[in-house]
């Protein structure tokens, strides 16, 4: 892959399925419109390939009535304002115009059918009068730099690639398909809701909300039930940490995916599956050790004696049941319908029939059917980008020099080498590397440069104690296990051990960091992206500071200059690029701003790079040619100081 060919990688998302009609919202980089556009498509069960269901230009969400009659989605258009963010529309099922419902002034979130087919719930985020592109009291609409101050008497007043919180409520809407009528809020302005789920008889709404009603910061959940036709909530359960995506199951059980905090810790938790029943506490039915449920691959679906739930593994994400009896139960006793090397991001169910959008090594995700007979590949979206070039990837393991075992990959470059190599480290930390396309790790191999990825201790699906290894302990276990994977790669012929190059964005550019000053002897450059390098100041200054400071570090100030790599700017000796993005809350600007001047007071061949407009997650949902642009001044770097 070469930058530009991120325009390739076109990528199923949002899976629904009814009967026959199978649909996933498909998106794609567009360089020449600068944006992501997406579009509906329906998928054949029987293989025959998939056709455009919408043509966007940015369509997503798909949900399909119960009686599968109707399809709704969002929608938006080209414009600002309204016209231009995520709007509910409904179509039939088989085919026809799309009807517009919502004209949120900021959008709407997916919408959730009603067991009724006739009512669709869905979250909006609404402004106060005056504020992004609205009219004041006064009917003037003023400019963003023009707005009335903001009183902020929270820490939590806002989060990375959303902005602002307080001013624009996420409120729950109910929208009746068959008449025309303007949608009314459900919940007050008081805090926010997500995640609705339409309790079996269509009365109610469930929703997921801050405990006790947000009142005071806190990062820990409440299921609230609404009336459907409105009306006082009540609390259904009061989760032990985090919760999200409600469901109800066939009996009647009440399922969610959440964490826990009760040990005191808030970092690097295992998501476990919960379920529900009234006048009962949540029960936990997976083990808190063993089982990382991933929440971003969507709900829970409830059959009749199993919850189906994708699974962090080794750098896997499988589709796996737990038995709706389950007490704590581990991760080798669960049925894994889609296993082994492979990355589930998304999966739906209907009548048995399931299917789920898979990743691998050679695609950044396919519609797969599973069935008894084997998984059967419905769809080749990855075509294009496997003709212009995917290299190989081979898996690595080894052990510190503690003998902890450390598992991670080498992506190789064609030609016998020796090549030069990165060391690229993951952001979170809590998160990890796994088997489906990484494009940023393509784009360095097809260049000529063998790239190590891995999980070292701190990051997710080998159990929850591998990931709490470093709270309060960050720069230590990891930087081994970081090391050890590179030493690995190093053992073959093919590697050139005086040609490394470490790199990575958030917690990587933290790792990166502390490595250019605490070894550089082993790397001749570093390219250090969004970066945390100085935990005083990111405590008080980034959107999660306030507590994930202290969780990883702690509170005492010199513990927290002990941690930094800013502290240590002064032993940097080797090249070093600071990039970061103008508007990035997660690691706020100032972090590169003072990493920047401590390097060059210091003597170091340093450069800032820095992207107007962007946030933390540029490297993922930037612009598209800013992405590029970012990629090729990523390749000009290391042809300057790897050559």
């Known amino acids: 892959m070469r930058p530009a060919d991120i325009e390739a990688l076109v990528v199923p998302g949002t899976l629904a399925l009814r009967g026959d009609l199978l649909l996933t919202a498909v998106s794609r980089p567009d360089l020449e419109a600068d944006r992501t556009d997406a579009t509906l498509h329906r998928v054949s069960l029987s293989g025959a390939g998939n056709t455009f269901w919408t043509y966007g230009p940015r369509d997503s969400a798909p949900a399909i009535s119960p009686d599968g009659r109707w399809v709704a989605f969002l929608r938006a258009g080209e414009g600002t304002g309204a016209e231009g963010s995520p709007q509910v529309y409904v179509m039939p ?78 409120r729950l809407f109910v929208l009746d398909t068959a008449e025309d009528v303007e949608p009314q809020p459900l919940s007050p302005v008081d805090y926010d809701v997500h995640d609705p789920a339409w309790t079996p008889d269509g009365e109610r709404l469930v929703v997921v909300v801050p405990q006790e009603f947000d009142r005071v910061e806190t990062l820990s959940c409440d299921l609230v039930t609404f009336p459907a036709g409105g009306g006082a ?65 969507g709900a829970p679906i409830p059959l009749e004696d199993e919850v189906l739930v994708a699974v962090r593994n080794r750098g896997a994400v499988e589709l796996c049941a737990v038995p709706v009896s389950a007490k ?11 296993g082994g090397q492979v990355s589930v991001h998304g999966f739906a169910e209907d009548g048995g029939t399931v299917v789920a959008v898979v990743a691998t090594t050679e695609t950044a995700g396919e519609v797969v059917l599973l069935g008894e007979a084997g998984p059967r590949v419905l769809t080749d979206y990855a075509k294009t980008v496997r003709e212009r070039g995917l290299c190989r990837v081979e898996e690595l393991n080894t052990t510190a020099g503690d003998g902890y075992s450390v598992h991670g990959w080498l992506v190789l470059p064609q030609g016998e080498g020796p090549h030069p190599v990165l060391r690229v480290v993951h952001g979170g930390p809590f998160t990890q590397q796994g088997w489906a396309v990484f494009d940023e790790a393509q784009v360095y191999a097809s260049a000529g440069y063998a790239v190590v990825l891995g999980n070292p201790r701190g990051s997710a699906g080998y159990g929850q104690a591998h990931g709490r290894a470093i709270v309060r302990d960050m720069g230590t276990v990891d930087v081994d296990d970081v090391l050890a994977l ?50 005083d100041s990111f405590a008080g200054s980034s959107d999660i500071g306030y507590f994930f400071a202290e969780a990883y570090v702690g509170t005492d100030p010199e513990e927290q200059r002990r941690r930094s790599p800013l502290s240590y700017a002064a032993d940097v000796r080797i090249p070093f690029a600071v990039v ?8 706020p600007l100032e972090q590169a701003q003072r990493m920047f001047v401590a390097l060059r007071r210091a003597g170091a061949d340093a450069e800032f790079l820095l992207f107007p407009g962007e946030g933390h997650e540029l490297t993922r949902s930037g612009r598209p040619r800013h992405r590029v642009q970012r990629l090729a001044a990523v390749l000009d770097w290391w042809a300057r100081h790897l050559s």
């Open 93 to 170: 099922a088989e085919g026809g115009e799309a009807r517009k419902l919502t004209s949120f002034p900021l959008g709407a979130e997916g919408p959730v059918w009603a067991p009724d087919s006739r009512r669709l719930a869905c979250t909006a985020r609404m402004p106060e009068g005056g504020r992004y592109g609205t009219e004041d009291a006064e009917g003037r609409t003023p400019e963003p730099a023009a707005e009335a101050p903001r009183r902020i008497t929270r820490l939590d007043y806002r989060i990375d690639n959303t902005g602002f919180l307080r001013d624009r409520p996420q």
């Open 233 to 297: 909530p009540e609390v259904v359960a009061s989760c032990p940490g985090d919760a999200g995506h409600p469901v109800f199951g066939p009996d009647g059980t009440l399922y969610f995916v959440g964490t826990s905090y009760a040990d005191g810790v808030v970092v690097a938790c295992n998501t476990g599956l919960y379920a529900v029943v009234a006048d009962a506490e949540p029960r936990r039915l997976t083990d808190v050790e063993t089982v990382d449920v991933e929440a971003g691959a």
């Open 328 to 338: 704590s139960a581990k991760l080798d006793s669960l049925r894994v319908l889609h």
């Open 486 to 535: 590179l030493d690995k790669a190093l053992e073959r012929p093919d590697i050139d051990s005086s040609r490394a190059g470490v790199m990575g964005g958030s917690y990587g550019g933290f790792m990166t960091s502390w490595l250019a000053a605490k070894h550089p002897e082993r790397f001749r450059a570093a390219w250090s992206e969004r970066a945390v390098n100085a935990w």
């Open 580 to 587: 970061h993005s103008e508007q990035d809350w997660r690691c």
